[in-house]
């Protein structure tokens, strides 16, 4: 079966710092892959999405960015922090086939604060 | 643009008893999938339900199902004898088909199942 990682799981940045974070998946080969960031009481907002390695697609401007150095690998990194960056980032995966396998699958997010 | 509404901040209910959950949604996509997910205190995104719009029969799983009112384009939850472990934020969301689309989230419906 499928599974996906998130780490860290909690993080405490100050403002102006550099930022990463990791998603894994394991048990399935070229999946879709997304960030999702979710302000607090609010719904998710697509950050970032791939259909294969180095390939990355923004979906908001923003002070972040997005890599895919191996297949089932995703990271999330920023050089300098914003205070409005803080929030509950969830990475996804999505089977690349389509159709009702789509379907998007979510990890156990990373809380980010920034003070 | 796809929009998807939830006109219920929050609910409650109690134990064994059935709730419905609303939600409309606003789409162009001649063909699309909606979704229902649940995010517990963990905040994990666990998938509770999934439709495909060119689906007439409701889908269900267990003690969930919907009621897909294509036309009116309303998609709402119905969740069958209440349980303490049901209590999350609902969100309602919606996809067009195809690979890689963006899922598009409500704003949730924070659901408390009392004992």
């Known amino acids: 079966s499928q599974t996906i990682h998130q780490w860290p799981a909690t993080l405490v940045q100050p403002v102006g710092s550099p930022l990463s974070l990791e998603c894994t998946v394991e048990g399935t080969s070229n999946p879709n892959l997304y960030w999702y960031r979710q302000a607090a009481g609010r719904g998710l907002q697509l950050l970032f999405y791939s259909i294969g390695i180095g390939q990355i697609s923004s979906e908001v401007p923003q002070n972040l960015s997005a890599s895919r150095p191996q297949d089932r690998q995703f990271i999330l990194s920023s050089k300098k922090l914003l205070l409005s960056d803080s929030g509950f980032y969830l990475c996804?995966?999505?089977?690349?086939?389509?159709?009702?396998?789509?379907?998007?699958?979510f990890g156990p997010g990373t809380r980010l604060t920034v003070l | 643009a796809q929009t998807v509404t939830q006109s219920q901040p929050e609910m409650s209910v109690q134990e064994a008893e059935t709730v419905t959950l609303s939600c409309t949604y606003d789409t162009s996509e001649s063909n699309y999938y909606l979704f229902w997910y649940k995010q517990p205190p963990s905040r994990q995104m666990i998938l509770v339900i999934r439709q495909e719009a060119y689906k007439q029969q409701n889908a269900t799983e267990n003690r969930f199902s919907v009621n897909f009112q294509k036309a009116a384009k309303s998609f709402s939850l119905k969740i069958s004898d209440s349980q303490l472990g049901d209590t999350a934020m609902y969100f309602c969301a919606s996809r067009p088909s195809g690979s890689a689309r963006q899922l598009t989230f409500g704003s949730g419906t924070q659901l408390t199942v009392l004992p």
């Open positions: 996804a995966w999505s089977a690349s086939s389509g159709g009702a396998t789509d379907t998007q699958y």
